[in-house]
């Protein structure tokens, strides 16, 4: 559970339910790199907000509270409504040309619908735009909306 203390003169504590998720590599920087990207995500609204992280074994985030598009509908994009493929779409689009951010390790269980909204996660695959884009990524941006899953991470 996150504490935040709001500043005012009458003194309010807002308590808000956490996601915490762990990590077992030795690999910090990679764990240092997703709560970075997680930060930026959330900053646009996309992803779920960073409480807190000691950038080697956990990143307290927001709990988005809601099931993954693969648990709520299916992990097959037939099955997915099209609103929520093309929320999909468009936040990977707005993180590769807006935050500069390859995001690919594209499948359902790594989005949540919350209220009419799509929230990204899991950033533990994600890279700085790279010279060449990714090819995966470059034929999904390219199409304009998501034919198939990355089958790299499948
Ligand atoms: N902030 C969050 N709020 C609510 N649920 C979350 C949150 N973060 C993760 N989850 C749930 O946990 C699942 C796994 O999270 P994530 O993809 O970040 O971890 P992972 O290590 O890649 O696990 P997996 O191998 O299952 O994909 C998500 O599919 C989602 O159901
Ligand atoms: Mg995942």
């Known amino acids: 559970m996150a504490k935040t ?28 790199r997703e709560a970075q990207f997680l930060n930026i995500a959330a900053s ?6 960073v409480y807190d992280t000691d950038y080697k074994t956990y990143i307290e ?3 988005l509270e809601d099931m993954n598009i693969g ?10 409504p099209p609103n929520i493929i ?3 779409y468009s936040i990977v689009w707005f993180l590769y ?3 500069d951010i390859e995001y690919l390790d594209l499948w359902p269980r790594n989005f949540v619908e919350r209220g ?5 996660l899991d950033f533990g695959d994600a890279k700085n735009k790279q010279k060449r884009c990714d090819k995966y990524l470059a034929k999904i941006l390219k199409s304009g909306t998501i034919t198939h899953w990355n089958p790299e991470f499948l």
């Open 86 to 88: 093309a929320g999909m």
């Open 116 to 120: 009419n909204r799509v929230f990204i």
């Open 5 to 32: 203390e709001l500043k005012s003169s009458k003194r309010m504590i807002v308590y808000t339910m956490s996601y915490i998720k762990r990590f077992k590599t030795k690999n910090y920087a990679s764990v240092r």
């Open 44 to 49: 646009h609204g996309l992803a779920p907000e």
């Open 71 to 80: 648990d709520l509908y299916a992990n097959e994009i037939e099955n997915i």
């Open 97 to 99: 040309y807006v935050c």
């Open 61 to 63: 985030m927001e709990d």
